[in-house]
């Protein structure tokens, strides 16, 4: 009678690999997870970017309406988060801050007409080689900004060359692999203003017809603009004209006629734009103009009140109706923008276009810091009054979405470009 080795297995019985297989298994997938959640997986991008066969070239010259479409899960996420980019303002970086929701991570920007591609950063950098690009305009262009170079830095390293001014309101990176500049230039209501302070005045003082040099003294060394504007309209403050006042906005105490914030808003683009297209067009030097029009908040109850953000979804289709003060902004916005690029039409290498983003937008209140703005709020239990921000947007969140249609913009100009060629 054969009698089996204690050393060597039965014949019909599983090998020691086959036994310990499924336990490895099981003990490598929390760590398979944690390595994408920390490292998200993006598809390599093609050696040529920019290379596309001619049913991909008509698809693009298709016009889309970006602003028609709704969110839809998705379960690729983000190219980056709050542990892999070190650009992002403390206040955006919700991850890092203990929210415990991530499920917000998770949609993408679907339009009804045409496809949104995923964000392909070594297309970005191929197609604005050599460029210097600017973000002008209040925080909301800074928190894009610092979502554009977030997305760029999982395929190249920016380094911040430039830093001027407080709360790093004037910045400037550089990409050496492909020599592009990228600046932000705070400048809330793009026209010269003086901002309320504890040493002066309680209001904000604007003078409409003059630009805010801070950026126009530099548009010479400018490629592409970005501007954002909005928000800081709604503050308390007198306004200037021609050297003279032109009225206020909520200034109780001061003998000045009330004129509401609207038309001003109005005049301080027209102001920005004709300057740009003014120093920029009629010199024979091409600029490239985008105006990303007003970003809704979504406090529930007053801002100062302790108003809050608590959703954790996006909104459904016909669940939010764009309305009111958010409807009014970006009917200017789109008005102004309108108006100009017929005249750029007739100025060789102007291009000006709306980056509209108010509907997309207004579709996330889940994408705001909330209480996270600050680290772990309620570490020591929930506390009955917690700041919140609800105008801002968690990095990574729906403002990568701005990024992603910026490109696609950026892409169809170089297609139109080469058939010209």
């Given at each position: ?10 014949p ?16 490598l997938l ?12 993006h598809h390599?991008p093609?050696n040529?970017p920019?290379?596309?066969t001619?049913?991909?070239e008509?698809?693009y010259?298709?016009p889309?309406d970006?602003?028609?479409g709704r969110w839809v899960h998705?379960k690729m ?5 709050g542990?892999t ?6 206040g ?5 801050h203990?929210?415990p ?5 998770y949609?993408?920007w679907?339009?009804s007409q ?7 950063p ?5 197609l604005?080689?050599?460029k210097?690009?600017a973000?002008i305009?209040?925080s909301?262009?800074?928190?894009q900004l610092?979502s ?7 395929a190249s390293?920016?380094?911040l060359v ?8 004037f910045?400037?990176?550089h ?7 990228i600046?932000v ?6 026209v010269k ?5 504890k040493a002066?005045?309680n209001h ?16 010479d060394h400018i490629?592409?603009i ?5 928000h800081?309209?709604l ?5 200037y ?5 032109l009225?206020?906005h909520y200034?109780p ?6 004129i509401?914030?609207?038309d ?7 102001t ?6 003014e ?9 490239d103009v985008?105006l990303?029009?007003?970003s809704p908040?979504?406090?529930e ?5 302790a ?5 954790t979804k ?5 669940e ?12 200017i916005?789109?008005?102004e ?5 017929v005249?750029a039409k007739?100025i060789e ?5 709306m980056l ?5 937008s207004?579709m996330?209140p889940d994408?705001h ?7 772990f709020p309620?570490?020591n239990?929930?506390?009955e009054r917690v700041?919140n921000d609800c105008?801002h947007?968690?990095?990574p ?11 696609e913009?950026i892409r169809k100009w170089?297609?139109q ?5």
């Amino acid at each position: 009678m054969d009698v089996m080795s204690p050393l060597k297995p039965h014949p019909n019985s599983p090998s020691p690999t086959k036994k310990l297989l499924p336990f490895a298994l099981y003990a490598l997938l929390p760590i398979a997870l944690l390595r994408f959640y920390f490292h998200p997986f993006h598809h390599l991008p093609p050696n040529n970017p920019t290379i596309l066969t001619k049913e991909e070239e008509i698809v693009y010259e298709t016009p889309c309406d970006y602003t028609d479409g709704r969110w839809v899960h998705d379960k690729m996420g983000p190219l980056y988060n709050g542990t892999t980019c070190g650009t992002i303002k403390d206040g955006q970086n919700c991850i890092s801050h203990g929210r415990p929701d991530l499920d917000y991570l998770y949609w993408r920007w679907r339009p009804s007409q045409c496809k949104l591609p995923r964000f392909n950063p070594n297309t970005f950098l191929h197609l604005l080689s050599n460029k210097h690009i600017a973000f002008i305009g209040d925080s909301m262009a800074r928190n894009q900004l610092e979502s554009l170079l977030c997305m760029l830095a999982t395929a190249s390293n920016p380094n911040l060359v430039y830093r001027d001014g407080e709360d790093n309101k004037f910045r400037t990176w550089h990409f050496a692999s492909h020599n592009i500049s990228i600046s932000v230039y705070w400048s809330p209501f793009l026209v010269k203003g003086v901002e309320k302070s504890k040493a002066g005045p309680n209001h904000n003082e604007l003078y409409v017809d003059t630009v805010d040099e801070k950026w126009g003294s530099d548009l010479d060394h400018i490629d592409m603009i970005l501007l954002s504007i909005g928000h800081w309209f709604l503050h308390p403050a007198v306004y200037y004209e021609g050297g003279l006042v032109l009225g206020c906005h909520y200034c109780p105490g001061l003998n000045h006629t009330e004129i509401g914030f609207y038309d001003v808003m109005r005049k301080a683009l027209k102001t920005a734009l004709k300057t740009i297209i003014e120093r920029k067009g009629a010199n024979g030097n091409g600029i490239d103009v985008f105006l990303a029009t007003f970003s809704p908040s979504h406090f529930e109850g007053e801002w100062d009140k302790a108003g809050a953000c608590p959703k954790t979804k996006p909104y459904k289709e016909g669940e939010k109706m764009l309305e009111g003060m958010d409807a009014d902004m970006r009917a200017i916005e789109v008005e102004e923008i309108e108006a100009v690029k017929v005249n750029a039409k007739q100025i060789e290498g102007l291009r000006i276009e709306m980056l509209d983003v108010t509907k997309l937008s207004l579709m996330r209140p889940d994408g705001h810091p909330g209480p996270y703005m600050y680290p772990f709020p309620f570490a020591n239990g929930v506390r009955e009054r917690v700041q919140n921000d609800c105008v801002h947007w968690c990095l990574p969140g729906p403002v990568d979405t701005w990024n992603q249609i910026l490109l696609e913009v950026i892409r169809k100009w170089s297609i139109q470009s080469r058939r010209k060629e």
